[in-house]
T-cell receptor
């Protein structure tokens, strides 16, 4: 158990819909990261927040957005969902940008 | 543009023998490298890391070697155990970017046969 929690574990929805994925970092970690793993792909970095502020952006679609709240939990919002958005979404956290990232169990999203 | 590559999708070894997983990178700005292990239906689990100022780091059965001139790193597992069967990802980051953004390879599936 990494100490990072993600909800929900599974999500099935339809094209065009909007979903919110939630992540609670390890106690004491200020940095939260979101990664996407599509079928047969490695993990792709989406976005990083540090203490409530966006720190880095990767190949995140404009239909996707994220935020980190004062209690340090983070949410990833995916809108206008397409079939190709079906993937595993992982959240990771670390004390700061230079420290090891610890991953949550992931949310498996299926868009039908 | 795949900056971190794991060219072997799979590897099969006998229990007790050495497992060697390889990873190549292209970005010379990378200065921190990590290996993660992933079981099905779980998130990646941190295994071992190495900074670019070192060429070797050891933790129990796991050793990571870094060859900066060749832009190559490898993970050695000795002795291999059936419980080591999983997907192994190497990842890299550039500390100078002041972000923790990790670039991952595609992963290598290791099977350790009893």
């Amino acid at each position: 158990d990494s100490g990072v929690t993600q909800t929900p574990k599974h999500l099935i929805t339809a094209t065009g819909q909007r979903v919110t994925l939630r992540c609670s970092p390890r106690s004491g970690d200020l940095s939260v990261y979101w990664y996407q793993q599509s079928l047969d792909q490695g993990l792709q970095f989406l976005i990083q927040y540090y203490n409530g502020e966006e720190r880095a952006k990767g190949n995140i679609l404009e239909r996707f957005s994220a935020q980190q709240f004062p209690d340090l939990h983070s949410e990833l919002n995916l809108s206008s969902l397409e079939l190709g958005d079906s993937a595993l979404y992982f959240c990771a956290s670390s004390v700061n940008s230079q420290e090891t990232q610890y991953f949550g169990p992931g949310t498996r999203l299926l868009v039908l | 543009d795949q900056q971190v590559k794991q060219n072997s999708p799979s590897l099969s070894v006998q229990e007790g023998r050495i497992s060697i997983l390889n990873c190549d990178y292209t970005n010379s700005m990378f200065d921190y490298f990590l290996w993660y292990k992933k079981y099905p239906a779980e998130g990646p689990t941190f295994l071992i890391s190495i900074s670019s100022i070192k060429d070797k780091n050891e933790d129990g059965r796991f050793t990571v070697f870094l060859n900066k001139s060749a832009k190559h790193l490898s993970l050695h597992i000795v002795p291999s155990q059936p419980g080591d069967s999983a997907v192994y990802f190497c990842a890299a980051s550039a500390g100078s970017s002041n972000t923790g953004k990790l670039i991952f390879g595609q992963g290598t599936t290791l099977q350790v046969k009893p």
